[in-house]
């Protein structure tokens, strides 16, 4: 019997031909492009079925004793936009003995120095966004007090997610005496930031699916 997991409706997600590119005496094959609209269709089908959403009810904590998807609670973002909240904000990178020589060989690498160039390039951009992201977190946490974690949503419309906890930690969190009054002063702060970070788009604090932590894919499930 055909697994119905390599199928989306009547389109085999696995179905490949041979690159007419490719050297004729060392074939290379490719999804033909039935399969990757069908992929796209499944990837999107999936993420629909796992929006983010404003609450969760009992069943999907941890401490139900169901079995339940690892849930995030915070905010989306693309790491790319880090880079303009950084250098808005000239934060400040201390490089290290094994990367400096990147940097130009300065101690201090100040994002308000990162130019238009500088963003052309791709692999640049993506060390660039690691770095101020990691840089916008250590402010926020010292900012608000709040532990905030990075983790990644089950979106394609952002690639990462400031987390206050998940479905797992709500509860230890929750009934911290210490959370009582910092949760809503550190929230109201993060709030301008991601603001800020998402050109002045408003996004909302959510319940995402996380990325990583959920056995879910185009070739592993089914809805």
């Excluded at 990644?152 to 998940?166: G, H, I, K, Q």
């Excluded at 911290?176 to 301008?192: H, N, Q, W």
Aim: proline letters at 4%.
């Amino acid at each position: 019997m055909e697994d119905p997991v390599f199928w989306e409706g009547s389109q085999y997600l696995l179905e490949t031909e041979v690159d007419p590119t490719s050297d004729p005496d060392q074939s290379v094959y490719r999804y033909t492009e039935a399969a990757l609209k069908a992929q796209d269709a499944k990837w999107q089908r999936l993420m629909d079925n796992r929006k983010p959403r404003k609450n969760i009810p009992s069943r999907l904590l941890a401490s139900s004793g169901n079995s339940v998807p690892y849930l995030l609670y915070g905010w989306p973002f693309n790491q790319d936009d880090m880079i303009q909240y950084a250098k808005r904000h000239s934060l400040v990178y201390q490089t290290t003995e094994n990367n400096r020589a990147k940097f130009r060989g300065v101690d201090e690498f100040n994002f308000n120095q990162i130019t238009d160039d500088h963003l052309k390039n791709h692999t640049r951009m993506r060390s660039y966004g690691r770095i101020a992201t990691r840089l916008v977190l250590r402010k926020l946490i010292k900012a608000t007090g709040l532990h905030v974690e990075l983790g990644r949503p089950f979106t394609f419309e952002y690639d990462n997610m400031l987390v206050l906890w998940s479905n797992r930690s709500i509860e230890q969190y929750s009934a911290d005496p210490m959370m009582l009054g910092t949760f809503e002063r550190g929230k109201t702060i993060i709030e301008a930031a991601v603001r800020e970070i998402n050109s002045g788009k408003k996004v909302e604090l959510c319940w995402c699916w996380s990325w990583n932590g959920n056995d879910v894919g185009v070739f592993e499930s089914l809805e």
